[in-house]
């Protein structure tokens, strides 16, 4: 089945740690995101990407770096100069490059990671 | 990027309609409506989207404002199940510029008994 991988689900790191989230999908989507959910809060959008070796800055992407190599992977490094990077994360993407509003969204299962 | 506003919350009976408000006051005339629920501790998952005309799917129907500056989804027989933080958001159509998608805080639905 066609989907979004995000791994992994859980993680520790200590303050002062880059940690680097996993995102992989098989289906074929051209445009992928990044989005933090802190409790209780909607989603903000942290970086995203239409086409491989291309992404743009989100509203929140002070602390983070993202790379585009291949067209199914959009991984996602929270640095130590994230100053609060403990929340949910999800990864999601869409076919046909942004180019059609009428394009769905698909979304990961996410990963919580908390700095200790 | 045109934004949307949303209730904070809403309740409703199992087995009844809920009608979900969402106001995008500045959309453009290519600016498709998406709606995407959350499940606690889960990826959101597309509802159902629309641009001019009222859509229905097997989980929901989506009603659109003539002026297109408001949208309602509607959940026909609300179930637990259903409980949820629902997002309304506009993803441009145009073509050739990149999407940039933003959400807002959704409508925490809560359904009871």
């Known amino acids: 089945d066609g989907g979004i991988t995000q791994s992994p689900k859980y993680l520790f790191r200590k303050e002062g740690q880059n940690v680097t989230l996993s995102c992989e999908q098989n289906?074929?989507?051209?445009?992928m995101y990044w989005y933090r959910q802190d409790p209780g809060q909607g989603l903000r959008l942290i970086y995203y990407?239409?086409?491989?070796?291309?992404?743009q800055k989100g509203d929140i992407a002070e602390g983070y770096s993202v790379s585009r190599e291949k067209k199914e992977s959009f991984p996602l490094t929270v640095t130590s100069a994230q100053k609060n990077p403990t929340a949910f994360y999800l990864c999601?993407?869409?076919?046909?490059?942004?180019?059609?509003?009428?394009?769905?969204?698909?979304f990961g299962a996410g990963s919580r990671l908390t700095v200790l | 990027d045109a934004k949307t506003t949303q209730p904070n919350s809403m309740e409703s009976n199992e087995e009844e309609p809920v009608h979900l408000p969402c106001n995008h006051s500045?959309?453009?005339?290519?600016?498709?409506i998406h709606w995407y629920r959350q499940l606690p501790s889960q990826g959101p998952e597309y509802v159902i989207h629309?641009?001019?005309s009222n859509v229905n799917n097997r989980m929901a129907s989506l009603a659109i404002a003539e002026d297109r500056k408001s949208s309602t989804l509607i959940l026909h027989r609300a179930t637990l199940r259903d409980a949820a933080v629902y997002y309304c958001?506009?993803?441009?159509?145009?073509?050739?510029?990149?999407?940039?998608?933003?959400f807002g805080t959704g409508t925490r639905l809560q359904v009871t008994l």
């Open positions: 958001i506009l993803i441009q159509g145009a073509t050739g510029t990149a999407s940039k998608l933003t």
């Open positions: 289906l074929n989507h051209d445009a």
């Open positions: 999601a993407s869409r076919p046909g490059g942004g180019a059609s509003g009428a394009n769905v969204l698909t």
């Open positions: 990407s239409q086409i491989v070796n291309d992404f």
């Open positions: 629309g641009l001019t």
């Open positions: 500045t959309i453009s005339g290519t600016d498709y």
